[in-house]
């Protein structure tokens, strides 16, 4: 049974930085997906980035491209998320999603079998 936990959340000032970690448990397989999502009360779950196991394909949303780096530490079993020039609309609970036995990662939650339970990211303006 895979779990996930992320950490890393806090308040910070805009433009300022975060690190998110999400350390991965009870994983059987080589290859993997791991992906990082955020939501908003009221709002679906929306794709930040993804990767895969080895970081050879890495995929951003467009409001993030440029200011986030996802990456993945297959040794360590965790993937983390670099924030930079955080803006007030980066709030929300950010959440670690993973699918194992998979060459290719993907925007959709569906797509991800597990997930963790969030951490919370506010930017102050």
């Known amino acids: 049974q895979v779990r996930l936990e992320e950490s890393g959340g806090g308040l910070v000032q805009a433009g300022g930085s975060l690190r998110l970690s999400c350390a991965i448990s009870?994983?059987?397989?080589?290859?993997?997906?791991a992906g990082w999502f955020r939501q908003v009360p009221g709002k679906e779950r929306e794709f930040v980035a993804s990767?895969?196991?080895?970081?050879?394909?890495?995929k951003y949303s467009d409001s993030v491209n440029g200011r986030f780096t996802i990456s993945s530490n297959i040794l360590r079993n965790t993937v983390t998320l670099q924030m930079t020039e955080l803006k007030p609309e980066d709030t929300a609970i950010y959440y670690c999603?993973?699918?194992?036995?998979?060459?290719?990662?993907?925007?959709?939650?569906?797509?991800?079998?597990?997930w963790g339970q969030g951490t919370q990211v506010t930017v102050s303006s």
């Open positions: 009870g994983r059987s397989t080589t290859t993997y997906a």
């Open positions: 999603a993973y699918k194992g036995r998979i060459y290719y990662s993907d925007s959709r939650p569906s797509f991800y079998d597990n």
């Open positions: 990767t895969i196991w080895n970081d050879a394909s890495r």
